[in-house]
């Protein structure tokens, strides 16, 4: 039959995309759909145009602060609409890349809204109108989510500005507000300071980054603040006028009532799962009262040739962990005996310096009452950080108390996005410190903080005093 397959997918970001490409390499055929372009939120409008705005920040502040180094460059400026030319050029290159691989490993391509009419059939909606009938013997859910707003500042994408909006302005705002002081929140608010606008950042919770330990944030809000970013902890907007000179905001702060002049306002709150308009009931698939779908650990629902993965699943809400949901998702439905199971899922943060964490965090596991030990190496013990003028922050590992085994590793400093990843490696292996520590590191390199961290914990490290 025409548009029949043995598994669809349903959402082409990178949990579906990824998905699709490994059904296919196994053999199964394959179909995907999105009302939208290849590549989801993720390489559209999220993670990708996000890090290539601030590469571009991070590179106008290198070369406005080298007088240090004796580099002097007179009158550097940011070309926004250049800069946004340049971003969009990236985002084409990698979607169009993804509908080569999807089309070189005969995946079929849909474009439109879906909606399940059982569980063998959805009806695809394209931009005109015009509805096409699939049917398929599985399906994985992979529809990703959406910000979620704030009551008095709905997204209009002019003055109340999303994610989204934020990637793209192509004028520098003078006065920039940001209510949330989470990892979106922080990373736009941050290059748009490094940019040169005057950045004003507004958080419920007593810490910026709310779920990391704070040692690390409290060296990124030092950062922000020597940047001249205003950090208000403990506060809560409450609406907006539009006025001559912009706009005006009303926000609590501490329980105290005040206002705030600002050109543009980013509200980055959190995000909600894409799962109201898929026809879930018409199953028998319940979302919890998040609207995330549950799935057991071959990431079926409560229909059994239904699959869901990514942020529609729950948190974290990570790219990364979106590809190796469909990974598993995709196996299972070949016939492979997997399940999703892995000791170390890396979070990473890019803000100003970046935050890098994979395991249990130190606060975690005092609340979970787990006995740790902890070591700690800083980077300014580093000769490489001083070299790079990057001295900022420090490697902390997190080890069972008894045996040494390295339950989490936590960075904040340069590099924290990619040094991660050999903690990550040696947690998945099941390493203890002295398994980090015996390994010998590249000098000079900031990976070498990670064995003196690794040392501290027994009191060892070379390069620092310990007790």
Known sequence: MGNSYQAFVIGAGPGGYVAAIRLAQLGIKTGIADKGNLGGVCLNVGCIPSKALITASKTLDKIRTADKMGIHVDNASMDLITLQKWKSSIVKRLTTGVGGLLKGNDVDTFTGTVKFLDRNRIEITDRSGKTTEVRSENFIIATGSTPAQVPGFEFDEKNILSSTGALDLTELPERFLVIGGGYIGLEIGTLYAKFGSKVTIVEMMDSLLPGFDKDL?????????????DVHLKSKALGYTKTRNGLTASLEIKGKKTEFEADKILVTVGRKPNTHNLGLAALGIKTDDRGF???????????????????????????????????????????????????????????????????????????????????????????????????????????????????????????????????????EFGADIEDISLTVHAHPTLAEALPEAARAVVGEAIHALTK
């Not at 944030?217 to 970013?229: C, E």
């Open 217 to 229: 944030t409290q060296v990124v809000a030092r950062k922000l603040k020597k940047m001249k970013v």
């Open 293 to 427: 779908i549950p799935v057991n650990d071959k990431l079926q629902t409560s229909v059994s040739n239904v699959y869901a993965i990514g942020d529609v699943v729950g948190n974290p809400m990570l790219a990364h962990k979106a590809s190796k949901e469909g990974e598993v998702a995709a196996e299972v439905i070949a016939g492979k005996n997997v399940v999703l199971d892995y000791r170390a899922m890396p979070a990473v943060v890019f803000t100003d310096p970046e935050i890098g964490s994979v395991g249990i965090m130190e606060n975690e596991a005092k609340e979970k009452g787990i006995d740790v030990k902890v070591g700690k190496y800083n980077f300014i013990g580093l000769g490489r950080a001083l070299t790079t003028d990057a001295t900022d922050g420090f490697v902390k590992v997190i080890a069972d108390a008894k045996t040494n085994e390295i339950l989490g590793v936590s960075i904040v400093g340069a590099e924290a996005s990619e040094l991660v990843a050999e903690a990550g490696l040696a947690m």
